[in-house]
């Protein structure tokens, strides 16, 4: 596939106009996720659907489970070593995540977001080189604009280093295994325990 470097465009352009723009974290989310379809459209990946279900070693999915549990569990251990921004809770409710919506974003961010996002970054867009690939870095770049104004610079950069950890490991287990399944699902564990963090804390 050429210009393979081109496809993250569209989804940094979807989160920033979400975010930005029109101030809505469900518009965002599913901007994004739009956007990752277009971008697949184009590049008109070979990459077979089943490979998001499939793994050949179910010790990957135990391994990726617990090393990416411990994002959501160091965030609520070090909530206040973050300096999370203490206005939060109104930063989210203007971002239209309120007692009505948060539960059902939780779910579809859990759910969902993971099966889109490994298709895309680890699957079409990785490389099986077993060091750092520049795709890494663009996997994590895009969250800086999720907690742009929420963190200080230092946390924004813990932050980074983590993501861009996860997107190697993620891919790892990918070229190893031969299946995204495993990746899906520590990705699911890591999007719960963090979102549900947020949750907890921001209701305290």
Request: hydrophobic share 60%.
């Amino acid at each position: 596939m050429k210009f393979k470097w081109f496809a993250p465009i569209l989804p940094y352009a979807a989160v920033w106009v979400g975010f930005f723009i029109f101030h809505n974290a469900w518009l965002t989310l599913v901007g994004f996720h739009l956007a990752i379809f277009l971008a697949l459209m184009w590049l008109r990946p070979r990459l077979k659907i089943s490979t998001l279900f499939k793994t050949t070693k179910p010790t990957y999915i135990l391994l990726s489970v617990f090393v990416c549990l411990t994002g959501g569990i160091s965030l609520y251990f070090l909530w206040d070593v973050f300096a999370i921004a203490t206005n939060l809770r109104e930063q989210l409710l203007w971002l239209d995540l309120n007692a009505s919506t948060w539960m059902g974003f939780i779910a579809y961010f859990s759910l969902v977001n993971p099966f889109v996002e490994e298709y895309f970054w680890r699957g079409v867009l990785g490389d099986a080189i077993s060091g750092l690939h520049f795709n890494d870095l663009v996997y994590a770049g895009y969250h800086v604009m999720v907690v742009w104004d929420k963190v200080p610079a230092y946390s924004i950069l813990i932050m980074l280093a983590g993501l861009v950890f996860a997107g190697w490991f993620w891919r790892q287990i990918y070229r190893r295994d031969g299946g995204l399944l495993a990746p899906v699902l520590g990705h699911m564990a890591a999007d719960f325990a963090i979102l549900m963090t947020v949750y907890i804390m921001v209701g305290k």
